[in-house]
């Protein structure tokens, strides 16, 4: 089995590497190419990676390139981490908006929108090289923002599915509040990439009995911390909320919060400058626990599960994945794409039944999937009305003088990377 990670370079790299080795007998990977154009960065890599397979006793073969055609060529699954413009580019998605009073955000609100414009085309180049490398290689996309990344790659008709880390965050996290390992807990997970709740917590599978309500009367303190939240929050909503959803849920507060601190892109830019060091240490042989604050926990086991189900190896028979809607959700459009549980193999995913969505969360589901739309439009056909048509439809941005402003600000801020500006 040969899979291509394209920006092999991350610093995330680490940890997908860690999950490849201990996981092995889940996915059997013969040969697996890190691919990255930041020569410096994956030679770093590079090494780490390899000396973590020699430590944990993998024979599969590590290779780094910057030649994407070559990279591709023979995989059976293409995993894409990017990240077009880099950390420069996201200190100012998370900066700018905050400008007009609106959350500054790598993937949602105006600093979203930016990140989609500039990641789209780049992604759909890649994946028709996939294409015609191997046809039947599936692509499994990490790079956000992941729901619209992810429906352009399915409207080109490309063998895609998209993965965040959300979903087994909580799974891990509930399993430890509730005594019993991961395998047992199944999520009832609904909504959008950054956009979900946790409907029900049940053990042993989807028929299995749901301790949702058990687990927020025990442990709503403990959730709500993590999340942020007010706790008495949690008891009326009678959900799990993603953290991302604190962004709608206390906005204003979230702004205010942004203004005095530095931005998440500065924190992180400082500890990948540490990582990559660390990572030049002919002696370190395994992920260092720095990375851990990196982001993306578990991301290797979400990785590794999804491309075993996808290549017919011994994958978990149902996970969250990000997929066509096709019906699962009824109010919305058989080509949105939606996060939720699917019965994933190699023939792709299919989502499971969701019972009917309280209209507290539907309606905002249905906004930003219309909002999701014309995004993708405007990051395929390009020009400013419709990105001020997609600002204005957002709803953490809906005035019209916000929208114009952010317009503004995108364009002068992304130029680089719009062909159309």
């Not at 500890?271 to 240490?281: Q, S």
């Not at 600002?391 to 992304?414: C, F, K, R, S, W």
């Amino acid at each position: 089995m040969k899979l291509t990670v394209v920006g092999g370079g991350s610093t995330y790299t680490p940890e997908l590497i860690d999950g490849f080795a201990r996981l092995r007998e889940t996915l059997p990977i013969e040969e697996l190419v890190l691919v990255d154009p930041a020569a410096d960065r994956l030679e770093l890599v590079g090494g780490l990676a390899r000396r973590i397979f020699a430590k944990q006793g993998h024979g599969g073969r590590i290779t780094t390139t910057a030649d994407l055609d070559a990279a591709v060529e023979g995989a059976d699954a293409v995993l894409l981490q990017l990240r077009v413009g880099g950390q420069a580019a996201r200190e100012k998605d998370e900066t700018w908006p905050l400008e007009c009073g609106c959350v500054g955000q790598e993937t949602t609100g105006a600093g979203g929108l930016a990140k989609a414009l500039r990641t789209v085309p780049v992604v759909l180049d890649i994946a028709e090289r996939v294409r015609r490398a191997n046809p039947r290689a599936w692509i499994i996309d990490f790079t956000n923002p992941v729901g619209i990344v992810t429906r352009a790659l399915l409207e080109a008709g490309h063998k895609a599915v998209g993965l965040c880390n959300v979903a087994i965050g909580f799974q891990r996290k509930f399993a430890g509040l509730l005594g019993v390992t991961p395998a047992d807990v199944h999520l009832d997970h609904v909504g959008l990439n950054h956009l979900t709740w946790e409907t029900g917590v049940r053990l042993g599978g989807p028929e299995g009995e749901n301790l949702l309500p058990k687990l927020l009367a025990d442990h709503g303190d403990t959730v709500a911390d993590d999340l942020r939240l007010p706790r008495p929050l949690l008891d009326r909503l009678g959900v799990v909320p993603s953290y991302y959803l604190r962004y709608y849920y206390a906005h204003d507060a979230v702004v205010r919060e942004l203004r005095t601190k530095p931005s998440r892109a500065a924190e992180v830019a400082a500890m990948e400058k540490e990582l990559l060091a660390m990572y030049g240490d002919p002696a370190l042989d395994e992920k260092p626990e720095l990375l851990a604050k990196r982001g993306g926990a578990y991301y290797s086991e979400a990785a590794v599960d999804l491309a075993a189900a996808l290549l017919g190896g011994s994958g978990s028979p149902y996970q969250v994945v990000n997929t066509l809607n096709r019906g699962t959700l009824p109010f919305l459009p058989d080509d949105a794409v939606i996060e939720v549980q699917a019965a994933v193999g190699p023939t792709g995913p299919v989502p499971l039944p969701v019972p009917e969505v309280d209209p507290l969360f539907a309606g905002l589901v249905a906004n930003v999937t219309a909002y999701e739309e014309l995004a993708l439009q405007a990051a395929l056909r390009g020009g400013r009305d419709r990105v001020f048509r997609a600002l204005l439809a957002h709803p953490l941005i809906g005035q019209y003088e916000y929208a114009e402003a952010l317009t503004d600000q995108l364009v002068a801020h992304n130029r680089e990377h719009l062909a159309w500006a």
